[in-house]
């Protein structure tokens, strides 16, 4: 089993002007402390389970590229970007950038937006939950277009591309959150390398679910990584987590996401590169 930090606050003694040094310790805190993966929000303004609306929130590529520079090992991904916030030749450049200058260590992490105050407050598109969902159907195929061999137009009902051109060429893996069993499952069965699951979800009944797109899609199941997001409170002990992760993997999650309550406290950084180290011979189920 796998272990990501994702650090979705940037509060920290000494104001905005902290940020910088404070969310380099955390990266590199991240790679350092032996986890496979580090993330962020894609979120313009600080969503309500996190914190106030003001409170500061970085854009997710750019501070991905300032970890690409202070790391050698995560893997570095949006959790998740919403799909029509971007046009999705510029977002397919801008991970296949992240990718290139990282040394092959990005993901994209996608998912249909639904944080509407955010969009609405600056000014970026937000469509009828249907028209996001096609729109991110569409994203995926222009990735998955851009990242292979065929360079030529695409033509969708909300997109089109002259030359779906990208170089340097680039593969990262493709990551969908959400559980919609209709629509959102379907696609990671259809597109995608990952799934991702908040925490709390039924996971054993949403996984089979994806089993069964896969099935009828002729897609393996066992070549999707199965991921999800969790938080770890203070006070819970690493073996309690890691008691915990190993209940995630007996239901077939490979890979556990976690949120502390302060990653740049070297507390939590040993307490992660431990609960790493406890969880990485832990078989998954169902693979």
């Known amino acids: 089993m796998k272990l990501g930090l994702s650090?979705?606050?940037?509060?920290?003694?000494?104001?905005?002007?902290?940020?910088?040094?404070?969310?380099?310790?955390?990266?590199?805190g991240a790679d350092e402390a032996g986890l496979h993966s580090f993330w962020v929000m894609d979120h313009f303004f600080q969503i309500p389970n996190f914190g106030a609306v003001t409170d500061p929130m970085l854009e997710a590529y750019g501070a991905l590229s300032y970890a690409a520079a202070l790391t050698s090992r995560v893997t570095l991904g949006a959790l998740v970007t919403g799909a029509v916030y971007r046009a999705p030749g510029?977002?397919?450049?801008?991970?296949?950038?992240?990718?290139?200058?990282?040394?092959?260590?990005?993901?994209?992490?996608?998912?249909?937006?639904?944080?509407?105050?955010e969009a609405t407050?600056?000014?970026?598109?937000?469509p009828p939950l249907a028209e996001r969902f096609t729109r991110l159907e569409e994203t995926l195929q222009i990735a998955r277009r851009m990242w292979g061999e065929d360079d030529?137009?695409?033509?969708?009902?909300h997109y089109q591309l002259g030359r779906t051109l990208n170089a340097p060429q680039a593969r990262p893996p493709i990551l969908i959150g959400g559980s919609g069993e209709k629509k959102t499952l379907r696609l990671v069965a259809q597109?995608?390398?990952?799934?991702?699951f908040l925490y709390g979800a039924d996971v054993r009944h949403k996984l089979a679910v994806l089993r069964a797109h896969c099935e009828r899609l002729g897609r393996p199941y066992e070549d999707i990584e199965k991921t999800l997001h969790m938080r770890?409170?203070?006070?819970?002990?690493?073996?309690e987590s890691a008691e915990l992760c190993?209940?995630?993997?007996?239901?077939?999650?490979?890979?556990?996401?976690?949120?502390?309550?302060?990653?740049?406290?070297?507390?939590?950084?040993?307490?992660?590169?431990?609960l790493a180290a406890r969880i990485s011979g832990i078989a998954t189920a169902g693979r």
């Open 7 to 28: 650090c979705p606050r940037f509060i920290w003694p000494g104001g905005d002007a902290a940020i910088a040094e404070r969310f380099a310790a955390v990266a590199r």
């Open 246 to 274: 190993a209940g995630l993997a007996a239901l077939g999650i490979d890979h556990v996401i976690v949120v502390v309550p302060d990653p740049g406290d070297g507390g939590w950084q040993a307490y992660l590169a431990d």
């Open 152 to 157: 030529g137009p695409y033509e969708g009902a």
């Open 90 to 117: 510029l977002l397919v450049k801008q991970v296949s950038t992240l990718d290139a200058l990282s040394g092959g260590r990005a993901v994209l992490g996608i998912g249909a937006a639904w944080y509407e105050e």
């Open 191 to 196: 597109y995608a390398d990952a799934c991702n």
């Open 121 to 126: 407050g600056l000014g970026l598109p937000f």
């Open 232 to 239: 770890i409170p203070d006070g819970r002990t690493v073996e």
